[in-house]
């Protein structure tokens, strides 16, 4: 299904203003437990998905594993992103790998045939980002997920402490095209402004890695 995704993004003196906003919007119900996200970010040995995400080019893709939990066990999803100008889309297979099998250094191998990964170059592990999300939903099919506790790392180097983001937390707003007019009262009511905002980017150069286009 493709979707709208609106973020923004709050910095620690702002916090406060954000935690208001949660508590006095009493028409966001929790929509989900909270939980901690996991995602392993892939990349071609060029960054070709990274160039394309800082360019800002309309049609693109991204590919990740994602788990929500630290057990070795965990179930793990192959999911590839895609975006066609502002409306974006998930397509995901689930591994018969769990988390603790995930080798950090290896070329991922399609593990469902109806998911194209990439058109002509391989995919390698590039960054592993950790975050901790909560889920609410504000009218049936507009939902808005908070993410906070942000840790990036070189999967390349593990024995290397993961880099602790406190300087942001991120709030998404996620709504299907039918409900674009409804979604916008939602957002205007939101004490922020919409930017656009990459946490693989972002993760690359805390880890430093950034790409220039």
Known sequence: MWRYEVKFIVDPPRRPLL???????????????????????????????????LIGLPDRRKTRLRW??????????????????????KRTARLDSPSGEID??????????DIE??????LFPKLKITYRRDYLQWDAGIRVTVDR???????????????????????EVK???ELKDRAHDLVAEIPFYPLRHSKYLRGL???????YA
Do not use: C
């Not at 150069?205 to 790409?211: E, P």
């Open 19 to 53: 935690d208001a906003w949660l508590v006095e919007t009493a028409s966001l119900r929790r929509h989900h437990p909270t939980r901690d996200v996991h995602s392993l970010y892939y990349d071609t040995p060029d960054m070709r998905g990274g160039i394309e995400n």
């Open 117 to 122: 990964l990439v058109e002509d170059a391989p």
């Open 149 to 171: 506790e942000l840790r990036y790392a070189n999967p390349a180097t593990p024995s290397v402490r993961p880099v602790t983001d406190p300087s942001h937390a991120i709030v």
């Open 68 to 89: 929500y939990s630290a057990a070795p066990d965990a179930a793990v999803t192959l999911e590839v992103k895609e975006r066609q100008g502002r409306l974006g889309r």
């Open 205 to 211: 150069d805390l880890t430093g890695r950034a790409i």
């Open 175 to 177: 709504f299907p095209p």
């Open 104 to 113: 950090p250094f290896s070329r991922l191998e399609p593990a469902n045939a």
